[in-house]
């Protein structure tokens, strides 16, 4: 069969390398893709939100599969726009991508069917949210109604950081029509866990854990990113908390998205967060979480496609989800100055000492091929994942790959899973 993967980055690529594994699979295509991705798939030069493009090359190449990686496109509909021309494609709907798409109304249906998640009120008014200021809370947490590529989110310890946040995101635009809306609420403590899971409209099987750190430094500290690594599986996510989870949040989200009319088929991510009062929920995302993708894809056993296949079709209940007991650990490397300004266009030397590297993976996420050599073209240039029998080996073999490569201005945290020593 032939296989459209819809992204550029460094989960797209993961996407590609596990699709390239199906036996169903003879041709991938990728659009528009990256560097990386073009060492096994046909890189299109199409955009993600181009739907009208992207729907004729699918016709066009009798594209049996679509699969959507990122959010922009799922949230404004693309998935619509492929099921309106009979096209086969894996991912929500627009009406159920909301889920993502608006964390007020996530919040929102959260409340409505008790799923455990942080106090909370949605604002459209910089004045009204400035008056809730007055008698709140401190330390507090400000979100962005829209998507704002992970980065939306302000912890605020005073109340004059929080107003000063109120007008960073609703009356300065930082993060444009993002922010027209936005939600406070409560913050919480403990450790932040991340879920992926497939579902298929009813049935949802969640796959293995894994924990992003979003901070820019070392010791959490500097900017949010998107994401300066991962490690999976998280070893704070116990089976006291999984049957929990599952009792309380996932099953409970897919019944209300139905309940409410919004049929859920393709990937739920599941930000958690550990409290005293036990699992609740951080966010959700309508989509593969990067770079979690990273490593819960490489210790994935099934084939990917029959999973997407099923999600489509409804059949997830006979899939039984199966992953590599073992470890994976991912590190970002980075552009220095990233989330900021960084400069680009640099030759990235030393990719070759990944091939026929068992365990090994580098998955590329800002890169591309200018005149036969492949340099940076992002702040995250890079996710270095390694494997290893448990989390402390495969942080060790992360850290060791990342030697192998060089380009400058690189630029990487030191304490990926560093969480691992106090588990």
């Known amino acids: 069969m032939k296989v459209l993967i819809v992204g550029s980055g460094g989960r797209e690529h993961a996407i590609a390398w596990k699709v390239s594994q199906s036996k169903k699979v003879d041709k991938i295509y990728c659009a528009p893709g990256n560097a990386g991705i073009a060492q096994i798939a046909e890189c299109v030069d199409i955009g993600a939100m181009e739907f009208d493009k992207l729907v004729a090359f699918a016709k066009e190449k009798a594209i049996d599969l679509t699969i959507i990686g990122m959010d922009d496109p799922l949230v404004g509909g693309v998935v619509d726009a492929f099921e309106k021309e009979g096209l086969r494609v894996f991912g929500p709907r627009k009406n159920a991508a909301i889920l993502e798409g608006s964390k007020a109304f996530s919040k929102d ?55 000063e946040g109120v007008k960073t995101l609703m009356l300065d635009k930082q993060f444009g029509n993002a922010g027209n809306t936005i939600v406070i609420e409560e913050f919480m403590t403990g450790r932040e866990v991340s879920v992926l899971s497939f579902v298929d409209g009813k049935t949802i099987k969640i796959m ?30 116990t089976k006291e908390v999984d049957e ?11 019944d209300a998205m139905r309940a409410e009319g919004r049929e859920f088929k393709g990937i739920i991510f599941f930000g958690l967060m550990l409290t005293e009062d036990g699992p609740k929920v951080l966010e959700y995302n309508a989509r593969f979480g990067d770079p979690e993708t990273q490593v819960v894809l490489p210790r994935m056993k099934n084939d990917i496609v029959e999973v997407f296949e099923a999600c489509i079709d409804g059949t997830l209940d006979k899939i039984e989800l199966q992953f590599e007991d073992n470890a994976a650990v991912c590190v970002v490397l980075a552009s220095d100055g990233y989330p900021v300004s960084y400069k680009k266009g640099f030759e990235i030397k030393g990719l070759d000492n990944f091939v026929n590297r068992d365990g090994y993976y580098v998955f590329h996420a800002g890169s591309k091929l200018v005149d036969g050599k492949i340099v940076t073209n992002g702040g995250r240039v890079l996710g270095v994942t390694a494997v290893g029998k448990d989390l402390k080996a495969a942080r060790a073999n992360a850290y060791e790959a990342t030697e192998w490569i060089d380009f400058e201005n690189k630029y990487m945290r030191h304490d990926i899973g560093k969480a691992i020593d106090e588990a």
Do not use: W
Request: aromatic share 12%; with cysteine.
């Open 109 to 163: 249906l959260m409340k409505k069917y008790n799923i455990p998640t942080a106090a909370y009120e949605n604002f459209d008014s910089p004045e009204k949210a400035l008056e809730y200021l007055k008698t709140a809370k401190f330390p507090i947490v400000l979100k962005a109604d829209g998507l704002a590529l992970g980065k939306g989110v302000l912890i605020c310890m005073t109340r004059e950081e929080a107003e």
């Open 208 to 237: 293995t854990s894994a924990q992003d750190h979003k901070r820019a430094k070392d010791g959490d500290q500097g900017l949010n990113t998107g994401g300066m690594g991962t490690f999976s599986p998280s070893p704070f996510y």
């Open 244 to 254: 929990f989870c599952h009792k309380y949040i996932y099953q409970a989200t897919v």
